[in-house]
């Protein structure tokens, strides 16, 4: 039975506890907090809770610690966790400074335990056929491909940390990772990236941005946006294979080849478990969490989100969010 001590219990920490609920071979033992908040999440739980990192992992029995505090206080959580010699998973971004997630990695090699950063995405079904086809070659090569994600300014969160540029790395950061992430995944470092970006008058950041990344001929562009809009969230792409035209609309994922049907995959998440957040119920959290609970079990890294993914993501976002 792994035994995992959460750190966090906000959004992120609820959504997992939730999801560990339904994994088999695991169970949240504990919690460290700090908030009335953290306190009362615990008691409703029926696990301690704990001040910190440190007591939580002195007093309790844990194998695995998760990481689910606000961004800015990631390296400081992750570099205790791995220290007191535990497997840690941390919630994206893992930071906001390519040097930070380096001796993030670092220290977890020093200590012979392994540091997984929940980068969502790649357990979604979408991302998996994506991934199938990319690898297959079943349609040809790529030509063309782009990713949208878009969404209302996350008012509930206006004057938290997630507003504040040094705490969240806004978009780029927050949102775009997402895209960005399986942008890297699949076509691999980047020779050349570009991007516009804009906001509206008094805005204190950029509410838009138009990415447009160069893998050799490939090109490959990505908008992501916070705007100021009760506009619904979009998370779409579409993809030009040398065969075939494969759209991802939101809703289904299709494959238009020429002369042929178009082909619907079956992305419907086998179980969905309800978020809390602002997430419809879904199996993305409990595939991934379930992925890095096996890999903890075997002391292995994921290989679906490896160290040099992870790092080379946040460089380029720190790239991104460096330019004037
Ligand atoms: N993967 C996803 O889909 C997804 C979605 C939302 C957020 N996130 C990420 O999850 C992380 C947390 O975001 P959230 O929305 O859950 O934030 P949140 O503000 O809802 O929760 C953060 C929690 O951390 C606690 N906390 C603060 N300081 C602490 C400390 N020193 N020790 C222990 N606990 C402390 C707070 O009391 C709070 O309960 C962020 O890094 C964010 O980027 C990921």
Not at 23 to 29: H, P, T
Not at 118 to 124: H, I, M, N, R, S
């Given at each position: 039975m792994m035994r995992i001590g959460i750190v966090g219990a906000g959004g992120m920490g609820t959504v997992h506890r939730s999801n560990y609920a339904h994994?088999?071979?695991?169970?949240?033992?504990a919690v460290a907090g700090k908030s009335a908040a953290d306190w009362e999440r615990a008691k409703e739980w029926g696990v301690p809770m704990y001040d910190t990192i440190s007591e939580m992992v002195r007093s309790e029995s844990i194998d695995l610690v998760d990481i689910c505090t606000p961004t800015f206080l990631h390296k400081q959580h992750v570099m205790e966790s791995l220290e007191l010699g535990k497997h840690t998973i941390v919630e994206k971004?893992?930071?906001?400074?390519k040097k930070d997630a380096e001796e993030m990695f670092s220290l977890a090699g020093e200590k012979g335990v392994q540091l997984y950063v929940?980068?969502?995405?790649?357990?979604?079904k979408e991302a998996e056929v994506l991934r199938g086809l990319v690898r297959s070659g079943e349609y040809g090569p790529v030509l063309d491909a782009s990713f949208e994600r878009l969404t209302a300014c996350p008012r509930w969160s206006k004057?938290?940390?997630?507003?504040?540029r040094e705490k969240s790395g806004l978009l780029p950061f927050d949102l775009h990772i997402h895209d960005l992430d399986i942008i890297v995944s699949l076509?691999?470092?980047?020779?050349d990236i570009s991007f516009t970006r804009c906001a509206g008058r008094?805005?204190?950041?950029?509410?838009q941005y138009r990415f447009q990344y160069r893998f050799g001929k490939l090109n490959v562009c990505a908008e992501a946006a916070w705007f100021h809009a009760d506009f619904p969230f979009t998370a779409r792409w579409r993809v030009y294979f040398e065969n075939a035209v494969v759209v991802n609309d939101g809703t289904h994922v299709t494959a238009y080849p020429f002369d042929h049907e178009p082909r619907v995959f079956?992305?419907?998440?086998k179980i969905k478990i309800p978020t809390?957040?602002?997430?419809?119920?879904?199996?993305w959290y409990f595939s991934e969490l379930s992925h890095f609970i096996r890999c903890a079990e075997q002391g292995v890294p994921s290989p679906l989100v490896s160290r040099q993914q992870v790092i080379t993501v946040i460089e380029l976002l720190e790239t991104i969010s460096e330019a004037l």
């Open positions: 994994i088999d071979g695991c169970q949240v033992a971004p893992v930071a906001l400074h929940a980068q969502v995405l790649q357990f979604t004057d938290g940390w997630l507003f504040d076509f691999g470092r980047p020779d008094g805005r204190s950041y950029h509410e079956d992305t419907e998440d809390g957040i602002n997430v419809p119920p879904t199996g």
